[in-house]
T-cell receptor
Framework: LAKTTQPISMDSYEGQEVNITCSHNNIATNDYITWYQQFPSQGPRFIIQGYKTKVTNEVASLFIPADRKSSTLSLPRVSLSDTAVYYCLVGDSSRAGTALIFGKGTTLSVSS | GAVVSQHPSWVICKSGTSVKIECRSLDFQATTMFWYRQFPKQSLMLMATSNEGSKATYEQGVEKDKFLINHASLTLSTLTVTSAHPEDSSFYIC????????????FGSGTQLSVL
């Protein structure tokens, strides 16, 4: 399984755009990139998933360069409620039953 | 996405007793479920992969006789912590995979276990 590296923590203010970059140098051909958000004492929540280029949904965008060795989660106009831990995961999602291994994650703190 | 219900949300038990945690996939038939544990200020650690109708696959270092996993139906997996000790106190989380392509995991709300 590809290992991921993320910044341990980031600080931001309300209304700013936050970009969290994750490096996964040994990503495999079948691997997808998935981001999760976790609040204290809750299970992680799926944010976004991509394979290459750019993916956008109602809460975030995911940018993946052509070599796929890194990815960037972009959160537009963050609010206090976006304070959480964000995990970047890489795994083979081409077959069922592939568990995802969590790295250390990035703790995002949003202030007013 | 899949809706995953985990019960109980928290449990306190005495050392030496056993505790059962249930994980239900409410709107999705899950042939595979995953169990994680998380200590304070740490990341999630995969404990085992629960396979419907067969034995679970445990990660290295996880005692299969201590953490009993049963996945008897496509919607229910249970984790039983047997002869619990204070060091077993942790946050236990189950998840359901939606299957390929681009499998996504959806997580339960977690169970906080405190062993006295």
């Amino acid at each position: 399984l590809a290992k991921t590296t993320q910044p341990i923590s980031m600080d931001s203010y309300e209304g700013q755009e936050v970009n969290i970059t994750c490096s996964h140098n040994n990503i495999a051909t079948n691997d997808y990139i998935t981001w999760y958000q976790q609040f204290p004492s809750q299970g992680p929540r799926f944010i976004i998933q991509g394979y290459k280029t750019k993916v956008t949904n109602e809460v975030a965008s995911l940018f993946i360069p052509a070599d796929r060795k890194s990815s960037t989660l972009s959160l537009p106009r963050v609010s206090l409620s976006d304070t959480a831990v964000y995990y970047c995961l890489v795994g083979d999602s081409s077959r069922a039953g592939t568990a995802l291994i969590f790295g250390k994650g990035t703790t995002l703190s949003v202030s007013s | 996405g899949a809706v995953v219900s985990q019960h109980p949300s928290w449990v306190i038990c005495k050392s030496g007793t056993s505790v059962k945690i249930e994980c239900r996939s409410l709107d999705f038939q899950a042939t595979t479920m995953f169990w994680y544990r998380q200590f304070p200020k740490q990341s999630l650690m995969l404990m085992a992969t629960s396979n419907e109708g067969s034995k679970a696959t445990y990660e290295q270092g996880v005692e299969k006789d201590k953490f009993l996993i049963n996945h008897a139906s496509l919607t229910l997996s249970t984790l039983t912590v047997t002869s619990a000790h204070p060091e077993d106190s942790s946050f236990y989380i189950c998840s359901v995979g939606t299957g390929p392509p681009g499998e996504k995991l959806f997580f339960g709300s977690g169970t906080q276990l405190s062993v006295l």
